[in-house]
């Protein structure tokens, strides 16, 4: 049995959706979002629009001060303990930004779990992010694609699992095994016949994880392998 852990960041690790509040911070960006709602720009437009928007406003300085005020859920420390002592890998994937992913996770005294995730950086006086987990194949509502991330880094006889809370986890959460679902995500799975644990901190994660690795409690959804295998061939 060989488990594979992947985890959202803003909403699930974060308490709160971190990418969106530095954006209405830093700027008006409503226009931005409604246009990304109706469906008239992808998520990489979005994200290249607010960060242009917000480019006067936000310093690096300013964005130290934002990243501090930012609060984790602390069980995502325990839920690493726990995996490391069991050999299980732990990844992040968010199709938020490494400039406050990293910083807020450093903040709460983590620093050893591989992010994948847009990039943002400082060119002159301007913010422009990055897509280095962009794809063509996948048509998931995300400008970094989180099912690249499992296929990547999954063997066929791993189990898969899977925590997140929003629409850019609707599409990994398919080819996942054991889902854990908060918010958005949870009633979407349930409208979506995607089982799953509905939760609304990761201190129940801890728990359900706990008692499944005791038990060794950890199967493949089959319809979640095959996602796996057609992803794998698309890519
Ligand atoms: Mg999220
Ligand atoms: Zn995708």
Redesign the pocket.
Known sequence: MNVKVFV?????ISLN?VGDKLFAHFGDVSDIVSDLMKGKISVAEYYTQCCARISNSLSPELLVAFNAEQQIDYAFKDIIALCKSHNIDVHIV???LDAYIQPILQTGGISDVPIHSNLLSQVGDEWIPEFPGATESCNCFCASCKRNVIVNHSADEDVIVYV???M??TCAVQHADVVFAKGY?SKWCSENGIPHHPITNLSQVLAIMKSRIAKSDFKQRRRALIARQSAFIAE
């Open positions: 959202d960041f803003d909403g699930t959706d968010s199709d938020g997140g809370d929003g850019s986890d995500l």
